[in-house]
């Protein structure tokens, strides 16, 4: 069925690297994706965006890369803090008015100093 | 912009009794609601789809007389565990789309900070 999922479950970097994030969906008519990132007993915090007519999208410290050939999603997180310790989920909109996102199943950034 | 809030953030009951989450958006009006469950290390799974003035949609495997949905206006959805058991205890996670966003805006969904039930 369609289903969006994540490469890694986990990923360890040290403060102040850069941290790559990614993820497989698998609905190519999917028009809009979106990353959050879930601290430890929080909601999904909404980070970035990106529309499927775009390739790149830049936000503070984030960048998002879509590569629709190969349906692909990637959150790009440069000079990683501590504060960025969460889990992180890549969702996408399968481009039915209305539907709810997919999520997928989440990867787990842990940032140690 | 676009806060969702969710109230209570814990909860503890009785077996066989209910309890009631309510899901808010405070400076936006929500055309849309979603309800999650969250099991720990697992991602959200969609419970089911709440559009003000009408019935919800519920996913498949949800049952709809045990988790009541009202969503009474275009600000507040009410999600009732009716007859709680232990493996009801979840995260309880509500989104939101904005009414009055436009383009594709209008398929962000955001969360509210979750609702922990346990059920003892």
């Known amino acids: 069925g369609e289903s969006v999922g994540l490469h890694l479950p986990t990923l360890s970097v040290q403060e102040g690297d850069n941290s790559i994030i990614n993820c497989a969906y698998s609905?190519?008519?999917?028009?809009?994706f979106i990353w959050y990132k879930q601290e430890s007993g929080k909601g999904p915090q909404f980070i970035i965006d990106?529309?499927?007519?775009?390739d790149k999208r830049q936000g503070q410290r984030v960048t998002v890369l879509l590569n629709k050939t190969v349906k692909h999603l990637s959150l790009q997180i440069a000079a990683t803090q501590p504060g960025d310790s969460a889990v992180y989920f890549c969702?996408?909109?399968?481009?039915?008015?209305?539907?709810?996102?997919?999520f997928g199943k989440g990867t787990t950034l842990s940032v140690s100093s | 912009g676009a806060v969702v809030s969710q109230h209570p953030s814990r909860v503890i009951c009785k077996s066989g009794t209910s309890v009631k989450i309510e899901c808010r958006s405070l400076?936006?009006?929500?055309?849309?609601m979603f309800w999650y469950r969250q099991f720990p290390k697992q991602s959200l799974m969609l419970m089911a789809t709440?559009?003000?003035?009408?019935?919800?949609?519920?996913e498949q495997g949800v049952e709809k007389d045990k988790f009541l949905i009202n969503h009474a206006s275009l600000t507040l959805s009410t999600l009732t565990v009716t007859s709680a058991h232990p493996e009801d205890s979840s995260f309880y996670i509500c989104?939101?789309?904005?009414?009055?966003?436009?383009?594709?805006?209008?398929?962000?969904?955001?969360f509210g900070p979750g609702t922990r039930l346990l059920v003892l």
């Open positions: 990106i529309r499927s007519n775009m």
């Open positions: 969702a996408e909109n399968p481009s039915q008015a209305g539907t709810a996102l997919i």
């Open positions: 400076d936006f009006q929500a055309t849309t």
């Open positions: 709440s559009n003000e003035g009408s019935k919800a949609t519920y």
């Open positions: 989104s939101a789309r904005d009414r009055l966003a436009g383009g594709y805006l209008q398929e962000t969904q955001y």
């Open positions: 609905n190519s008519a999917s028009d809009y």
